[in-house]
């Protein structure tokens, strides 16, 4: 069974920076797509990031395209999420995921397509 665990979260003023990191443990990470989402109060958990088995694909939402970078590092069986010039908007629940139906060149960008996730950390951005 596959296992994630999410870390790094916490509260950072505007501008500021955070680095997410998720654990991934029970198969083999290099052979799952990964993904971030996060889910604000009151709203719909929404696609930030993803990224392809290997690492040499990612994709961004446009909210945060040019702020965000997504990596993996498969021999340590982790994925990051490296977060710039933080805006309070960014404030959510951050959640990593796991797919292990994607093929190694697929990003999936919708939730459903994710079989595993993590239990969510914390990024408050103040004003």
């Known amino acids: 069974q596959v296992q994630l665990v999410e870390s790094g979260g916490g509260l950072v003023q505007a501008g500021g920076s955070l680095r997410l990191s998720c654990g991934f443990s029970g198969r083999t990470f290099s052979r799952f797509a990964m993904g971030w989402f996060r889910q604000a109060p009151g709203k719909e958990r929404e696609f930030v990031s993803g990224?392809?088995?290997?690492?040499?694909?990612?994709y961004y939402a446009n909210s945060v395209k040019g702020r965000f970078t997504i990596s993996r590092d498969n021999a340590k069986n982790t994925m990051y999420l490296q977060m710039i010039s933080l805006k309070p908007e960014d404030t959510a629940v951050y959640y990593c995921?796991?797919?292990?139906?994607?093929?190694?060149?697929?990003?999936?960008?919708?939730?459903?397509?994710?079989?595993?996730w993590g239990q969510g950390t914390q990024v408050t951005v103040s004003s």
């Open positions: 995921a796991a797919d292990g139906e994607a093929g190694p060149f697929v990003i999936p960008t919708i939730r459903s397509e994710y079989e595993y």
């Open positions: 990224i392809n088995w290997s690492g040499g694909r990612s």
